[in-house]
Each structure stands twice: as structure tokens, then as C-alpha cells.
């Protein structure tokens, strides 16, 4: 740091009392002594000033260039911003919609009785999901613009139900419950119409089941396998003496259905057909036609299996 040349004081030799003359001198050595700090002082503020100016902007150059968090407690790496989490995009009413760079992380809610065509945009950059749900009776078919979606030119979805898509970079992946095609595998099976629940259920309730006519006198019927059910089982015959065609037995269900049960049920030994006839909401019957059952004589019980198909 230089300081400015130190001012020479005013000559006053001879000229005034020597009290008076000293006095004056050392009042223009503090002066000139302060104009020298003030000067100093000047050239460190513009230096202060300057540095803290580089710093100011180092550090908004910093903050502008990293974008997100880069470490996550012991995590580091880059991190995935979802800024539409959560968020629902309504698009009610329309028929044909594509799947945009901002429906990442959102729901996108569908809703019409017609078709639905959907367009998975596959220009969007991953990592990248987003909601289908099918809120309207029209069914929503899902294509992505290029690649597939589960190995697949597309899948549907049915009203009522929902998939989540998922895009790798090339394909996309979806979770689809509610899909009969392309979703992933689910053991529920699709019914028409009303189902009353005790009927698809393998630990429903047992129906009631009573002997026949044709059965033979002394002739008896029951169920081979404790878990028959309304839905399906095995119905036993033990003959008795005097069989004939006709009615082996007729089965009751436990809950009754809203129409009338259909029963495939069918046996065929040496001239013996056993089928399921007389269909009602409430019961079916086992019949049998051509040879009749032979009277016992030991052979044990004669096994009959049913499955209800539908109603």
C-alpha cells in the first residue's frame, strides 16, 4: 500500500510567538496524518468490495449450475425430481389424449362412454411414470408411440379401473389390474353379470343334496369331497336295489343364485350317462339315462363331479 506524500507545513519561523508557531505545527501533523489513514482506508474498501463481489458471484454461479440435491444422507449421486406428484390431470369427456413430459409422477383421469385412445409419448426422458385411471364405461386403449408396453402393441383398460406406466428409454412397463390383455398376471377371473360372492368362493358353504328314485331302493347320495360347494364338487351315489334311469339325486344350493344355475356335469361308463338337468336358481338335478346303475353289490360309491359354469 503507498501513501501519499506527507505535505510540507507552512513556514512560520520569526513570524508568530514560538509557542503559538509549535502549537500550529503539531495541529497540521494530525491533520496530515489523517488524510494519509483516509486514503488507506479507501484503497482496502474498494479491495474488500471487489473480493466480496467475486465471491457473490461464485457462489450464485454455483447455485444455478447444480440443480436438485446431490447426496441424500449416505446416498450421492443425482436425484429425480417429481415436481407433478400428486397432482391430478382431469381429462374428462375427451376420447383421445398423449401422455405429456409434465404428467410424470401425476394421475392423469380419464372419463367417457366412447373409446378412450391414449398415446404413451415415448419422447418423454426417464426416469418417467404416470397414472391411467379409467373412470367412464369406454374402454381406454393404451399405445405407446414407439416401442411396446408389457412386450405388447398395447393394452386396455377397462372402465372402472386403473395401470401405472412406467418407460425405461425404449418400452414401457405397466401395472394393470384391470386389464384382460397385456397387464400382469392376476388369478381373478372376468364374470357377466350379478355374482353373488358364496358362489366363486372354494370355502363356501356346503349345498344339501338328496337321494333319488333311480338311486335303487336303499339307495343313498352324498358329497365325496367335504369342500363341494355351490360352485363346484363331487357328488357320491351307492345303489341300491331296483335302480332305474331318472333322478340319482338333486342337489339344493346353500345361497340361492339370481337366475337359473348352469351345471356341467357328465359321466359316461358302459352305456351310462349321468348329466345335470332341471337348472333352477336354487337346485339342479343329477340324471341318469341309458343303462341304469348297477344294484350294489360292492362296488363302492359312484363318483359324479359338477361345476357350476354360470347363471
Request: proline share 7%; no cysteine; aromatic share 8%.
Amino acid at each position: 500500500m503507498s501513501l501519499p506524500a506527507y505535505r510540507i507545513p507552512p513556514n512560520l519561523e520569526g513570524k508568530a510567538d514560538p509557542s503559538v508557531v509549535r502549537a500550529i505545527r503539531h495541529i497540521d501533523k494530525i491533520v496530515n496524518e489523517h488524510e494519509q489513514a483516509f486514503a488507506a482506508l479507501g484503497t482496502q474498501s474498494t479491495v474488500a468490495s471487489s473480493k466480496a463481489s467475486v465471491v457473490n458471484e461464485t457462489i450464485n454461479e454455483t447455485t444455478s449450475t447444480i440443480a436438485g440435491v446431490s447426496s441424500f444422507n449416505s446416498a450421492t449421486g443425482s436425484v429425480s425430481y417429481f415436481p407433478a406428484l400428486g397432482v391430478v390431470n382431469p381429462q374428462t369427456g375427451l376420447t383421445t389424449y398423449t401422455t405429456q413430459t409434465s404428467d410424470n409422477g401425476l394421475i392423469v383421469l380419464l372419463n367417457d362412454s366412447s373409446p378412450i385412445a391414449v398415446t404413451l409419448n415415448s419422447t418423454v426422458s426417464n426416469p418417467y411414470f404416470t397414472t391411467i385411471s379409467n373412470q367412464g364405461s369406454g374402454t381406454a386403449t393404451l399405445t405407446p408411440s414407439t416401442g411396446q408396453v408389457n412386450g405388447l402393441a398395447s393394452i386396455t383398460v377397462s372402465g372402472g379401473s386403473f395401470a401405472t406406466v412406467y418407460f425405461d428409454g425404449n418400452n414401457w412397463w405397466a401395472e394393470n389390474p384391470g386389464s384382460s390383455v397385456g397387464g400382469l398376471p392376476v388369478n381373478n377371473p372376468t364374470f357377466t353379470g350379478a355374482i353373488t360372492g358364496p358362489h366363486y368362493d372354494s370355502n363356501g358353504a356346503t349345498p344339501t343334496i338328496v337321494v333319488g328314485p333311480a338311486a335303487g331302493v336303499g339307495g343313498s347320495a352324498s358329497f365325496v369331497l367335504a369342500t363341494s360347494t355351490d360352485a363346484a364338487g363331487v357328488v357320491g351315489i351307492s345303489t341300491g336295489t331296483g335302480t332305474t334311469t331318472g333322478v340319482l339325486a338333486t342337489v339344493t344350493f346353500a345361497t340361492p343364485y339370481p337366475t337359473n344355475a348352469i351345471v356341467l356335469m357328465n359321466y359316461g361308463v358302459q352305456g351310462t350317462t349321468i348329466t345335470s338337468s332341471g337348472f333352477s336358481p336354487t337346485s339342479f338335478q343329477v340324471v341318469l339315462s341309458g343303462t341304469p346303475l348297477p344294484a350294489s353289490s360292492g362296488l363302492g360309491v359312484f363318483a359324479i363331479p359338477y361345476i357350476v359354469s354360470g347363471h
